[in-house]
């Protein structure tokens, strides 16, 4: 998976009795999935809509292993339309391939013969970001501080670009 909000909590240290108990296990999973939630309608409500199937493949996931709650909000879709929705596409690039643009013309009542000045625009111009993860995840940063105070430990994390830059030499796009 390539675009991800990812957060994990732990309770190592935050009891005062030391014992870490099913209760509190079955809380903080179950606080963590409402928050999980909450970031993936927000990716889903700023993801593009052509087909539906980027908004269609963000998912949210839970796990506990002891005393680790971990939670990640991510897309199944592929990582090359991840990468692009997700921090875009940039100028001077390859052009997309021959015929990959020729369904989203036909849907938007463009003429097929267009095709190549599309695939020129797009590669010398780029595609300008999206970033449903990044927003999604800093309108939720908030939420997800205040049980960081609470647990006193928790790790939150972010797509960022360095994981894009590498996945662009990958797939050179």
């Given at each position: 998976?390539?675009?991800?909000?990812?957060?994990?909590?732990?309770?190592?240290?935050?009891?005062v009795?030391?014992?870490?108990?099913e209760?509190?296990a079955?809380?903080?999973?179950?606080?963590?999935?409402?928050?999980?939630?909450?970031?993936?309608d927000?990716?889903?409500?700023?993801?593009p809509?052509?087909?539906?199937?980027f908004?269609k493949?963000?998912?949210?996931?839970t796990?506990?292993?002891?005393?680790?709650?971990?939670?990640n909000?991510?897309?199944t879709?592929p990582?090359?339309?991840?990468?692009?929705?997700?921090?875009?596409?940039?100028?001077?690039r390859?052009?997309?391939?021959k015929?990959?643009?020729?369904?989203?013309?036909?849907?938007?009542?463009?003429?097929?013969?267009?095709?190549?000045?599309?695939?020129?625009a797009?590669?010398?111009d780029?595609i300008?970001?999206?970033?449903?993860?990044?927003?999604a995840?800093?309108k939720?940063?908030?939420?997800?501080?205040t049980?960081?105070?609470?647990?006193?430990s928790?790790?939150i994390?972010?797509?960022?670009?360095r994981?894009?830059?590498?996945?662009?030499r990958?797939?050179?796009?």
């Open positions: 998976m390539y675009a991800t909000a990812k957060v994990t909590t732990t309770n190592k240290g935050s009891i009795t030391g014992r870490y108990t209760p509190m079955r809380a903080q999973r179950s606080w963590l999935q409402g928050v999980l939630k909450r970031v993936r927000d990716v889903r409500a700023l993801s809509v052509d087909l539906g199937n908004k493949s963000v998912i949210y996931r796990s506990r292993r002891g005393l680790l709650v971990d939670g909000v991510y897309s879709a990582e090359g339309q991840q990468s692009v929705i997700e921090f875009g596409r940039r100028e001077n390859k052009m997309p391939p015929g990959a643009l020729l369904g989203w013309m036909q849907r938007h009542g463009w003429d097929p013969k267009k095709e190549f000045v599309l695939r020129r797009i590669g010398r780029g300008p970001a999206i970033a449903p993860f990044e927003k995840f800093e939720n940063r908030a939420l997800l501080a049980q960081r105070r609470t647990l006193r928790a790790r994390t972010a797509p960022t670009r994981c894009h830059d590498r996945l662009q990958r797939c050179a796009t």
